[in-house]
T-cell receptor, first 114, second 114 residues
């Protein structure tokens, strides 16, 4: 089966610009998660979709971040306007429904805000 | 609040050595624990998934154990090879804030020298 796909793999933008990251989960995975790793820190949870609904967005840093999941398929994470501290690697993961399942992660998008 | 700690932060060993990576977590109410590998600039590759009811899982030269009551897991790598060089991440899956999510440690950076 195809894995979790993220693009772009890298993005360099100027402070104040907008960037949109995309994630295509494994087909049939209801759960989709966004995580982020900033320099020197551990990977941290941003939000969780179940199908097209936001189950938990408690990890979203502020209202400059907006995530959507169209029709319960792919998801986008928009940062507008981007700030320097938003730089990091953004990971998407998906899993099947059920607490016993593990996560499959994408390769991540490395975002650099200059 | 769940916290995951990985010790050591970095480890350098000669090829062929057996080694143990440690992971501890503060809240034993978990569904499962997952060990991941991350190569530089790459995504997360799942190595082993241990359910909360299990004591260990094995895959090839890797063996992971779980002692949920004491909040500890170990990843044992037998006969290490230079190709094992990577950052190893431990993550626990629990239910917090209305949804299931993974909480990660900061990782152990492993270098296996030829």
């Amino acid at each position: 089966e195809a894995g979790v796909t993220q693009f772009p793999s890298h993005s360099v933008i100027e402070k104040g610009q907008t960037v949109t990251l995309r994630c295509d989960p494994i087909s049939g995975h209801d759960n989709l998660y966004w995580y982020r790793r900033v320099m020197g820190k551990e990977i941290k949870f941003l939000l969780h979709f179940v199908k097209e609904s936001k189950q938990d967005e408690s990890g979203m840093p502020n209202n400059r971040f907006l995530a959507e999941r169209t029709g319960g398929t792919y998801s986008t994470l928009k940062v507008q306007p981007a700030e320097l501290e938003d730089s990091g690697v953004y990971f998407c993961a998906s899993s099947q429904a059920g607490s016993s399942y593990g996560y499959t992660f994408g390769s991540g998008t490395r975002l650099t805000v200059v | 609040k769940q916290e995951v700690t990985q010790i050591p932060a970095a480890l350098s060993v000669p090829e062929g050595e057996n080694l143990v990576l440690n992971c501890s977590f503060t809240d034993s109410a978990i569904y499962n624990l997952q060990w991941f590998r991350q190569d530089p600039g790459k995504g997360l590759t799942s190595l082993l998934l241990i359910q909360s009811s299990q004591r260990e899982q094995t895959s090839g030269r890797l063996n992971a154990s779980l002692d949920k009551s004491s909040g500890r897991s170990t990843l044992y790598i037998a006969a290490s090879q230079p190709g094992d060089s990577a950052t190893y991440l431990c993550a626990v899956k629990g239910f917090r804030g209305g949804s299931e999510k993974l909480v990660f440690g900061k990782g152990t950076k492993l270098t296996v020298n030829p």
